[in-house]
């Protein structure tokens, strides 16, 4: 199949001649290389035992101040990277003690309250090997820990067991994970009430790590209940000790790219908690399709200027002529129209929204064809402006043979004339919100004060570099100059902005794209030039989408508030009313359906943005709160702060998500703020 090439004979008016006398840009794609994931490694079993007498189990109304303490061994740990990836999404404080390192528990409570709600151990007997094996807590230590946990029925956790009946299992065999193959693990219905916000009958793959199988072994008054089977294996299990002490252990490895660690690990913080804790995780999905209303040159990989780093491209100038080009046309744009109506249908995806990041360059011909479709159907999606007409803005023109920056009053035009296009159609584009064209223009001190004099408060970064990257996720990154401008990190996927097709062999061809980037002879090695590559077969358009989608699961999983970067190649119907947008969409909404319950939403990017501000707000108030079981929360903060906070229902009212309540909380600058239970 060939593409048509749409539109890429344009007359180009007097005025805009100028707008055409610059040089091409770099690529605008961000890649994100498929996710290496480490094998996990054994551990090292032990002889433990709980060295507490049988005592009767006190019914705890002791304060516990609402963090998590984590003991790790030697913080090295991939469970311990996991652990923090996942609580720092959720805004869920937490305090780390590297034990092999030589430091020390620290005190656990005064008598009257608790300074750690919650316990988690990175393994379950904290072993190390250095090169005698031994704990790396004291035995001394272990009776503080398990005092503490019997005294204030606080709960403990192990994100990696040795199956041993300290946790009421024991070991029956262990599986060395071999790549590509996967266990399905099913939720007991115990399970199911720990981890609600999976379906029941969910099957959750488990990869690339250790597991141990185990069954349970409790002793007489101890309980041991299974959570995940494998099988008739255990893979996750609760146990209560006589005395009330009660453990959560995973038999598994869990690292923070594991697909079966994104799943889970939400339902073991949830555990260990009670459910009541300081920050909130919801699933968000907010995809961006930039350069709507522009052509895309498309990928061939027979013509070097057509591929990745061949000739740089740039919507606006014309493509190198060799080069197919794709722009949508209006039935392209109804198809994505009924597509998104047909899943906003199902109450799971009612908030899921396509954001369209527009050049108003595209539709100078009178009368355009797709303007005229799109504008009467404008909110069905969120608008965000690309700029007029997507110059580089790194390299706005050439002086001597070496690139200039946009200067103030450029980038005023090149902010004010989209927004101007926008308000003459009618077009309600989000005021506070750009996106520059391929990321440029971050560094410019001239573009930063022009988006501020615009009004405009949040631009995206890109989030597969290290600058689009903050050191806190679900934060912002502050601009370099502007302090009212805030960067969103944006993700990018592997669906490339030259794919307009799940075919091979043709123009604008997924598959030959991904297989040209990461396949058995691929542009990209595993760790640089000279590397592995990323796959030794080529992958299928199946294969693909089936780890894209993967991928984004992962975020939804997590809570990521991100959004994600599309282009309007993607929008394209290659087969009937197939587009890889939909394909990819298709993919994740049709297997989240099927291991999740939650609901699913898009947000604007001003939403994120502001999400993200009250995020940053909240840490940086250094909020102290303190947890007194069935009587509430207080919250004693430095700064004026939204507090979110899980498991409680605040008097000005909570969201129900899921099987959670979240409030969130106005508090003053020091000032301490009570919440009861509702
Ligand atoms: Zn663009």
């Known amino acids: 199949m060939r593409f048509i090439v749409l539109c890429l004979t344009i007359s180009v008016p007097a005025s805009l001649a100028q707008r055409m006398e610059h040089p091409g840009s770099p690529r605008e794609q961000g890649f994100i290389p498929p996710t290496q994931v480490t094998m996990s490694r054994p551990l090292v079993p032990s002889s433990l035992t709980s060295t507490l007498n049988p005592q009767a189990a006190v019914a705890n109304v002791k304060p516990l101040e609402m963090k998590l303490l984590i003991l790790s061994t030697d913080g090295a740990e991939p469970e311990l990277t996991a652990l923090k990836t996942f609580l720092d999404y959720q805004g869920t404080p937490y305090e780390v003690v590297r034990l092999a390192l030589g430091e020390n528990l620290p005190p656990l409570e005064d008598g009257n309250r608790g300074f750690y709600q ?101 002793v007489n008054g101890e309980e041991t209940v299974p959570l995940l089977m494998v099988g008739d294996g255990i893979v996750a299990a609760t146990h209560k000790k006589a005395d009330g002490r009660e453990y959560m252990a995973f038999t598994a490895d869990n690292n923070s790219p594991l697909f079966h660690s994104q799943a889970l690990t939400y339902g073991m913080i949830r555990w260990v908690t009670r459910g009541v804790f300081l920050g909130f995780r919801k699933a968000f999905l907010s995809p961006h399709v930039d350069d709507f209303f522009l052509p895309s040159v498309l990928f061939d990989g027979n013509k070097e200027q057509c591929r990745p780093g061949g000739t740089p491209f740039d919507p606006l100038n014309p493509a190198p002529p060799v080069c197919s080009v794709v722009r949508l046309v209006p039935g392209d744009f109804g198809a994505l129209q009924d597509w998104q109506s047909s899943w906003r249908e199902k109450p799971q995806f009612a908030g899921f929204k396509t954001t369209l990041v527009f050049n108003g360059y595209g539709t100078r011909v009178e009368d355009d064809a797709l303007r005229l479709k799109a504008l009467p159907a404008q909110k069905d999606f969120f608008w965000v402006n690309h700029t007029y007409d997507h110059r580089n803005l790194d390299c706005f023109s050439t002086v001597g043979g070496s690139c200039r920056a946009v200067n103030f009053d450029e980038a005023m035009t090149e902010i004010g004339d989209n927004f101007a296009f926008a308000a003459k159609q ?48 679900n934060t912002p990154i502050p601009s370099a100059t502007e302090e009212s401008v805030l960067l969103i990190p944006r993700r990018p996927t592997n669906i490339f902005f030259e794919s307009a097709t799940g075919d091979e062999g043709t123009d604008g061809s997924e598959v030959d794209e991904f297989n040209f980037l990461y396949g058995p002879n691929g542009f990209f090695r595993i760790g640089g030039t000279g590397g592995k590559p990323f796959f030794t077969n080529s992958q299928t358009y199946n294969q693909i989408i089936d780890r894209e989608s993967d991928q984004l699961m992962g975020y939804l999983f997590r809570g990521d508030m991100y959004p994600l970067m599309f ?112």
Not at 144 to 156: K, M, N, S
Not at 168 to 178: A, D, E, Q
């Open 118 to 218: 919650g316990v988690v151990l990175t393994t379950g007997n904290l072993g190390v090997c250095d090169p005698a094996c031994r704990s790396a807590l004291s035995p001394a230590g272990w009776t503080t820990l398990e005092t503490y946990a019997r005294d204030y029925a606080v709960r403990i956790a192990s994100y990696y067991t040795y199956p041993e009946p300290r946790f009421g299992l024991i070991y029956t065999s262990g599986i060395t994970p071999v790549s590509g193959v996967s266990l399905s693990a099913r939720l007991t219905t115990a399970g199911a009430g720990i981890f609600p916000y999976l379906k029941p009958e969910a099957v959750i793959p488990i990869a690339n790590a250790f597991v141990y199988l185990s069954k349970a072994s409790p």
């Open 426 to 473: 009618g077009l309600a584009a989000d005021p506070l919100s750009v996106v520059t064209p391929m990321i440029t223009g971050l560094t410019s001190p001239d573009f930063l004060r022009a988006a501020a004099q615009s009004g405009v408060r949040y631009l995206v970064a890109d989030g597969s570099r290290a600058e689009g990257t903050p050191a806190i996720p």
């Open 567 to 678: 282009h309007q190649s993607n929008l394209y119907r290659y087969l009937g009313l197939h587009t890889i947008y939909s394909d990819l969409f298709d993919s994740i909404f049709s297997k989240w359906s099927k291991i999740s319950n939650l609901p699913v939403s898009s947000l604007s990017q001003s939403a994120i943005g502001a999400m993200l501000e009250e995020r940053k707000t909240y840490l940086n108030a250094k909020v102290k709160a303190v947890w007194t079981p069935g009587l509430g929360v207080k919250i004693n903060s430095s700064g004026a702060a939204k507090v979110p906070v899980t498991g409680v229902c605040a008097a000005g009212g909570c969201e129900s998500y899921g099987s959670d309540k979240i409030s969130f909380v106005a508090v003053e600058a020091a000032s301490i703020t009570s919440v009861d239970f509702r």
